[in-house]
């Protein structure tokens, strides 16, 4: 269903795709990164805790803005917008 998506979109809003999950899966790496440091912190500190796997939920949110990256960029040069 996403690919369709992906693909009905005009030349306009494919860009304006792009362009918004270019800054969202750094974005979501960075939060990643910053909980995996507290946890890593709050685990060392005060023991293990239902917080500390918060990390975890987090990574199939990542994955995913990544594989909708790769299918947007695939998309730009199938239509020679790159």
């Given at each position: 269903m ?7 979109l ?9 362009k918004?999950?270019?800054?969202i899966?750094?974005?979501f ?5 910053g909980l ?10 005060k023991?293990f805790?239902a917080?500390?796997?918060?990390p975890v ?6 994955i995913?803005?990544?594989?909708k990256w790769?299918?947007?960029?695939k ?7 790159l």
């Open positions: 996403d690919d369709n998506r992906i693909q009905g005009n030349d306009d809003e494919l860009i304006r795709e792009a918004t999950l270019r800054w899966a750094p974005l790496a960075g939060a990643m990164i995996i440091i507290v946890s890593v912190l709050r685990i060392v500190s023991g805790s917080s500390s796997i918060t939920v987090f990574i199939p949110l990542f995913s803005s990544l594989i790769d299918k947007v960029k998309e730009m040069k199938l239509r020679n917008l």
